[in-house]
C-alpha cells in the first residue's frame, strides 16, 4: 500500500532537473520531454519547462520600415498589423527607461518541434534555439525556481526585424492545415495610430513633403491630434548640418565645409488663422494625413 501511495505522488510532481548534468550540444526540442537540463551544476542550475505537444507556434515581428515587414509566403499560418513597442535604456529626459511605438507586421509560423534545436546556452528569460539554420531567441518568462527556471510554451515570440532570408528559412519548415488553423490573430486596437507610424517611417515620405516646400509649392502639413493648430502651409525647411572635411595639402591643417542639406529637423508653416509662422517637429506631424492632404501615398 505503501508503494502505491508513493507512485501517485511521484506521478503528480513536478520535473525535477537532475543534479550535475550539463548540456554541451544542440538538440532537438522533440527530444527534450518536458524538462531540458541545461546546466544542473549546484548553484549555477538552469533548466526549461517545456509545455507538452507536437508543435510551437512562433511570432516574428517586423517593422514597417524593413523589408520583412512585406514577406510573404504560402506557409505562413496567420499575419496582422501591430503596434511594437521597444524599450529603452539611457538618457531621455533624465530618465533611465523609455519606450517607444512602431508599426509593424506579425506572422505567426506553426513550426514542428522536431525542426527546432535548443542550444547549450542559459537564456535567462530569452532562450536560444534555431529553427532550419536561423538563430533566433524564443522570448519567454522565467523565475529563480531551482536556480533559475524559464517556460516555454506552445505560443512564443522571437526578436523583432529578423532580415527577410531569415524568415523565408523559418517558413520552409512551418506547417499549414494543422490542429491550430483557423489561427485567430488579435486585431489591431489604434487603427489610427498605425496608419500615423507608419507613414512617418515610409520611405522619403518626409523628403517628398520638404522637396515640395523648396520647390515653392506650399504643401499642407496636418498636425497630430492635441495640438491647438490643425493645419498649415509648409513655406521653408530647417535641415540638420552637413560637415565635409575639404582636401588640403597639410593634414594638420584640416578645414571643413558647413551647410544645411541633412536630414529633415523641422518645417517652417504658415498658419491661416493669424498668419503667422511656426515650426513643426517632425513627431508633432500627422503624416498619414498630410500624405493624403498633398496626393502622396504613405
Known sequence: MMNDIQKLIDA??????????KMTEPKLLSECGTLLVVDGTPGEQYQIEIAPGDYLIVRAGATVNKPSARFSHPNVAAFGKVLHEFKHYGGRNGCRKFWTAHAGMDFYFVIPRSAVKMLP???HSYIPAEINGVKVTFNVSGGTANGWTDWLHTNTTIAVNHKLSDLKKIAEVAVRNSPFEPMVVKPLEDETRWNQLAARASKGLVEKIAKLAEDGKFPVVKFLPGFE??????VSV???AKKTMLPHGNECLKKWSTDYTGAVKSLVLVVDRYGCRIRAKIGQIDWFETAKANGIAA
Open 12 to 21: 503528480n510532481d513536478e520535473p525535477t532537473a537532475p543534479t550535475g548534468v
Open 121 to 123: 546556452v542559459k537564456g
Open 229 to 234: 493648430e490643425k493645419e498649415g502651409k509648409v
Open 238 to 240: 530647417n535641415r540638420r
